[in-house]
């Protein structure tokens, strides 16, 4: 998704068929996420410790608590 906003800022244009793809991509995405709860999520971010590495979306611990 960060890929289609550069290319939205940046001024390239995406086929009709990169287009259709995209939205099918994010339609199975949420499909595979509906199954998660509410309750799990806060449960997780609870037992994450602070201060540690960031994974590979490069969003600190601190910060996914703070959003809760």
Same mark, same amino acid.
């Given at each position: 998704m960060g890929s289609s906003f550069s !290319? %939205? %800022?940046? *001024?390239?244009? +995406?086929?009709?068929?990169? %287009? +259709? !793809? *995209?939205v099918q991509e994010r339609l199975l995405n949420a499909?595979?996420?509906s199954h998660i709860i509410k309750e799990e999520v806060k449960g997780v971010l609870r037992k994450m410790k602070s201060r540690k590495s960031v994974g590979p979306n490069l969003i600190p611990v601190e910060i996914w608590k703070c959003l809760g």
């Open positions: !290319r %939205l %800022l940046n *001024g390239k244009r +995406e086929s009709p068929r990169q %287009l +259709e !793809r *995209g499909r595979a996420c």
